[in-house]
Nanobody, 117 residues
C-alpha cells in the first residue's frame, strides 16, 4: 500500500517560514483533493488548507494570508508554504489525499512544526 510521507518540519522562530512537502512512496493515480491538517498538543486535529486537482484552494481563517498550499499533479505532491509563523502554529502537520474513484483517503504520518516565541 502506498504511504504518504511528509517532510520539511522543524524548529523556527516566530516570524519565520517553513515549507512542508507530502508525497506518495509509490505510484498512485486519480488523486483529487489534497489537504493539510494539524494537531496541537491537547487539541483536536483541525483543517488548515486544501487544494483540488484543478488548483482551487481554501484556507482556515487562522492561516489565511500567511500559508499557501500548492501541488504538483504529475508527482501527486502537495506543499504548504508557511510564512509569518506564530507560536500558535506549533503542531504536528498531516497531509491527506483523497482518491474519489476508490472512495479512499490517505494520511501521512505527520511532521512536527515548532515555532518558538
Amino acid at each position: 500500500q502506498v504511504q504518504w510521507v511528509e517532510s520539511g518540519g522543524g524548529l523556527v522562530q516566530a516570524g519565520g517560514s517553513l515549507r512542508l512537502s507530502c508525497a506518495p512512496s509509490g505510484s498512485i493515480n486519480s488523486i483529487n483533493v489534497m489537504a493539510w491538517y494539524r494537531q496541537a498538543p491537547g487539541k483536536q486535529r483541525e483543517w488548515v488548507a486544501r487544494i483540488s486537482s484543478a488548483g482551487i484552494t481554501g484556507y482556515a481563517d487562522s492561516v489565511k494570508g500567511r500559508f499557501t498550499v500548492s501541488r504538483d499533479n504529475a508527482k501527486n505532491t502537495v506543499y504548504l508554504q508557511m510564512t509569518s509563523l506564530k507560536s500558535e502554529d506549533t503542531a504536528v502537520y498531516y497531509c491527506k489525499a483523497d482518491q474519489f474513484t476508490r472512495g479512499r483517503e490517505y494520511w501521512g504520518q505527520g511532521t512536527q512544526v515548532t515555532v518558538s516565541s
